[in-house]
């Protein structure tokens, strides 16, 4: 199985700056698509940032120009750089991976517990 750790969240004034990231561990063949999710209260989750093992990337349309993703697929760790935060990006957040046991190309998701982004003045 593999396991996944979020760090980096916390509380922010609108317009600040987190950098969240996130660490597989375990045991896995490999990692295909990693993603960021998010859900606030009331609210269902969301795909927040999604990127390929070959850096390919998307993002939802509300945090386009604000966010960045990326990998370092040596460490097997993601990072969201979330800046100009908003206080609609206050959720929790959870790290996803698309994992690959063996040599065949069934993909198991995985998800960490989740990381609380709260951007409030």
């Known amino acids: 199985q593999v396991q996944l750790a979020e760090s980096g969240g916390g509380l922010v004034q609108p317009g600040g700056s987190l950098r969240l990231s996130c660490a597989a561990s375990g045991s896995f063949f490999s990692i295909n698509t990693m993603g960021w999710y998010r859900q606030a209260p009331g609210k269902e989750r969301e795909l927040v940032a999604a990127?390929?093992?070959?850096?390919?990337?998307n993002y939802a349309d509300s945090v386009k120009g604000r966010f960045t993703i990326s990998r370092d697929n040596a460490k097997n760790t993601m990072y969201l750089q979330m800046n100009s935060l908003k206080p609609e990006d206050t959720a929790v957040y959870y790290c996803?991976?698309?994992?690959?046991?063996?040599?065949?190309?069934?993909?198991?998701?995985?998800w960490g517990q989740g990381t609380q982004v709260t951007v409030s003045s």
């Open positions: 990127i390929t093992s070959g850096g390919m990337t």
């Open positions: 996803n991976a698309e994992v690959r046991r063996d040599w065949s190309r069934v993909l198991f998701p995985a």
